[in-house]
Protein backbone atom coordinates (compact mmCIF):
# COMPACT_ATOMS: atom_id res chain seq x y z
CA UNK A 1 0.00 0.00 0.00
CA UNK A 2 1.30 3.30 -0.97
CA UNK A 3 1.68 6.22 2.11
CA UNK A 4 -1.25 8.10 -0.50
CA UNK A 5 -3.65 5.52 -0.04
CA UNK A 6 -2.59 4.31 3.65
CA UNK A 7 -3.74 8.11 4.62
CA UNK A 8 -6.87 7.99 2.64
CA UNK A 9 -7.32 4.28 4.89
CA UNK A 10 -6.62 5.90 8.11
CA UNK A 11 -3.64 4.20 8.37
CA UNK A 12 -0.19 5.42 9.87
CA UNK A 13 1.25 7.08 7.19
CA UNK A 14 4.57 9.15 6.20
CA UNK A 15 3.67 12.75 4.81
CA UNK A 16 7.60 12.77 4.09
CA UNK A 17 6.49 10.45 1.08
CA UNK A 18 7.87 11.48 -2.02
CA UNK A 19 4.55 11.60 -3.51
CA UNK A 20 2.92 13.54 -1.16
CA UNK A 21 5.24 15.89 -0.82
CA UNK A 22 4.80 16.59 -4.49
CA UNK A 23 0.90 16.79 -3.70
CA UNK A 24 1.68 19.13 -1.01
CA UNK A 25 3.77 21.56 -2.74
CA UNK A 26 1.68 21.47 -5.89
CA UNK A 27 -1.29 22.44 -3.51
CA UNK A 28 0.80 24.95 -1.79
CA UNK A 29 1.80 26.36 -5.06
CA UNK A 30 -1.73 26.77 -6.24
CA UNK A 31 -3.13 28.43 -3.34
CA UNK A 32 -0.05 30.43 -2.88
CA UNK A 33 -1.24 31.76 -6.63
CA UNK A 34 -5.07 31.92 -5.51
CA UNK A 35 -4.37 33.93 -2.74
CA UNK A 36 -2.95 36.72 -4.71
CA UNK A 37 -5.48 36.84 -7.73
CA UNK A 38 -7.33 40.35 -7.65
CA UNK A 39 -10.81 39.63 -5.51
CA UNK A 40 -12.40 41.54 -8.28
CA UNK A 41 -11.42 38.62 -10.59
CA UNK A 42 -14.38 35.85 -10.06
CA UNK A 43 -13.52 34.06 -13.23
CA UNK A 44 -9.90 33.59 -12.44
CA UNK A 45 -10.51 32.32 -8.44
CA UNK A 46 -13.71 29.84 -9.41
CA UNK A 47 -11.41 28.74 -12.72
CA UNK A 48 -8.29 27.95 -9.89
CA UNK A 49 -10.40 26.90 -6.94
CA UNK A 50 -11.64 24.03 -9.22
CA UNK A 51 -8.17 23.01 -10.41
CA UNK A 52 -7.39 22.94 -6.71
CA UNK A 53 -9.90 20.87 -5.30
CA UNK A 54 -10.88 17.31 -6.05
CA UNK A 55 -14.17 18.37 -7.44
CA UNK A 56 -16.74 20.89 -6.64
CA UNK A 57 -20.17 22.06 -7.88
CA UNK A 58 -20.52 24.64 -10.76
CA UNK A 59 -21.30 27.53 -8.55
CA UNK A 60 -17.93 28.09 -6.24
CA UNK A 61 -16.77 30.80 -4.33
CA UNK A 62 -13.84 31.26 -1.75
CA UNK A 63 -13.09 34.13 -0.08
CA UNK A 64 -9.02 34.49 -0.49
CA UNK A 65 -6.83 33.65 1.99
CA UNK A 66 -7.33 30.15 1.75
CA UNK A 67 -4.56 26.48 2.65
CA UNK A 68 -5.00 23.30 2.77
CA UNK A 69 -2.67 20.10 2.51
CA UNK A 70 -3.36 18.14 -0.85
CA UNK A 71 -6.82 20.05 -2.47
CA UNK A 72 -7.48 17.21 -4.66
CA UNK A 73 -8.81 14.99 -1.51
CA UNK A 74 -11.91 18.36 -1.31
CA UNK A 75 -14.72 17.55 -2.87
CA UNK A 76 -17.61 20.45 -2.19
CA UNK A 77 -21.54 20.72 -3.82
CA UNK A 78 -23.24 23.38 -5.58
CA UNK A 79 -23.19 26.62 -3.90
CA UNK A 80 -20.50 26.16 -1.34
CA UNK A 81 -18.98 29.33 -0.12
CA UNK A 82 -15.88 29.91 2.37
CA UNK A 83 -15.32 32.59 3.48
CA UNK A 84 -11.68 34.63 4.72
CA UNK A 85 -9.47 32.47 5.84
CA UNK A 86 -10.73 29.09 5.63
CA UNK A 87 -8.06 26.22 6.10
CA UNK A 88 -8.99 22.65 5.52
CA UNK A 89 -6.32 20.27 5.68
CA UNK A 90 -7.19 16.77 3.67
CA UNK A 91 -4.59 14.24 4.05
CA UNK A 92 -7.64 12.35 3.78
CA UNK A 93 -11.16 13.31 2.07
CA UNK A 94 -12.91 16.13 3.04
CA UNK A 95 -16.23 15.80 1.69
CA UNK A 96 -18.79 19.09 1.79
CA UNK A 97 -22.33 18.91 0.33
CA UNK A 98 -24.16 21.44 -1.53
CA UNK A 99 -25.73 24.92 -0.15
CA UNK A 100 -22.84 25.20 2.33
CA UNK A 101 -21.46 28.59 4.11
CA UNK A 102 -18.44 28.79 5.98
CA UNK A 103 -17.47 32.08 7.62
CA UNK A 104 -14.12 33.59 8.19
CA UNK A 105 -11.41 31.55 10.08
CA UNK A 106 -13.34 27.84 9.80
CA UNK A 107 -10.76 25.38 10.27
CA UNK A 108 -11.97 21.74 9.08
CA UNK A 109 -8.92 18.84 10.02
CA UNK A 110 -8.77 15.57 8.68
CA UNK A 111 -5.05 15.73 9.46
CA UNK A 112 -3.92 13.96 13.36
CA UNK A 113 -1.02 12.79 15.12
CA UNK A 114 -0.65 9.54 17.32
CA UNK A 115 -1.15 9.53 20.75
CA UNK A 116 2.25 7.56 21.36
CA UNK A 117 4.86 9.95 21.26
CA UNK A 118 7.39 6.54 19.66
CA UNK A 119 5.21 7.46 17.29
CA UNK A 120 4.76 11.27 16.54
CA UNK A 121 8.77 11.23 16.63
CA UNK A 122 9.14 8.58 13.66
CA UNK A 123 7.04 11.63 11.58
CA UNK A 124 3.92 9.52 11.10
CA UNK A 125 0.73 10.60 11.39
CA UNK A 126 -3.13 9.60 10.93
CA UNK A 127 -6.39 10.96 8.33
CA UNK A 128 -9.42 10.51 8.78
CA UNK A 129 -12.10 11.61 6.76
CA UNK A 130 -15.06 14.75 7.33
CA UNK A 131 -18.27 14.65 6.01
CA UNK A 132 -20.32 17.85 5.93
CA UNK A 133 -24.06 17.53 4.42
CA UNK A 134 -26.00 19.25 2.78
CA UNK A 135 -27.22 22.86 3.71
CA UNK A 136 -24.67 23.45 6.21
CA UNK A 137 -23.91 26.96 7.54
CA UNK A 138 -20.36 27.12 10.21
CA UNK A 139 -20.04 29.66 12.05
CA UNK A 140 -16.90 31.84 12.57
CA UNK A 141 -14.07 30.16 13.64
CA UNK A 142 -15.50 26.99 14.17
CA UNK A 143 -13.36 23.98 14.01
CA UNK A 144 -14.23 20.25 12.60
CA UNK A 145 -12.35 17.65 13.77
CA UNK A 146 -10.82 14.34 11.83
CA UNK A 147 -13.42 11.84 11.69
CA UNK A 148 -16.19 13.84 11.97
CA UNK A 149 -19.93 13.43 10.37
CA UNK A 150 -21.94 16.50 10.24
CA UNK A 151 -25.68 16.37 8.86
CA UNK A 152 -27.59 18.13 6.44
CA UNK A 153 -29.07 21.16 7.60
CA UNK A 154 -26.91 21.71 10.68
CA UNK A 155 -25.66 24.84 11.57
CA UNK A 156 -22.26 25.03 13.94
CA UNK A 157 -21.94 27.93 15.95
CA UNK A 158 -18.74 30.41 16.18
CA UNK A 159 -16.21 29.18 17.76
CA UNK A 160 -17.69 25.32 18.11
CA UNK A 161 -15.06 22.68 18.48
CA UNK A 162 -17.05 20.10 16.89
CA UNK A 163 -15.16 16.83 18.07
CA UNK A 164 -18.22 13.85 17.47
CA UNK A 165 -20.80 13.33 14.50
CA UNK A 166 -23.73 14.58 14.75
CA UNK A 167 -27.44 14.22 12.91
CA UNK A 168 -29.42 16.30 10.66
CA UNK A 169 -31.45 19.91 11.72
CA UNK A 170 -29.70 20.75 15.05
CA UNK A 171 -27.68 23.79 15.66
CA UNK A 172 -25.04 23.00 17.87
CA UNK A 173 -22.33 24.94 19.77
CA UNK A 174 -19.21 25.06 22.24
CA UNK A 175 -16.47 23.56 23.11
CA UNK A 176 -16.46 20.38 23.20
CA UNK A 177 -20.26 21.38 20.47
CA UNK A 178 -23.33 20.20 21.84
CA UNK A 179 -26.84 20.01 20.69
CA UNK A 180 -28.39 23.25 21.56
CA UNK A 181 -31.75 23.70 19.45
CA UNK A 182 -33.21 20.59 17.62
CA UNK A 183 -35.00 22.72 13.87
Known sequence: MTEREKSLAGELYSP????LRKLHLR?????????????SNDKKLNKLIKKIFGSTGEKVHVQPPFYCDYG???SVGENFFANY?????????VTIGKNCMLAPNVKIFSA????????R???VEYGFPVTIGDNCWIGG????????TIGNNVVVGSGS??????????????NPAKIIKHL
Do not use: M
Open 121 to 123: YNG
Open 16 to 19: ADPE
Open 72 to 74: INI
Open 27 to 39: ARKLFGKYNKIDP
Open 112 to 119: THPVRAED
Open 141 to 148: GAIINPGV
Open 161 to 174: VVTKNFGDNVVIAG
Open 85 to 93: GCIILDVNR
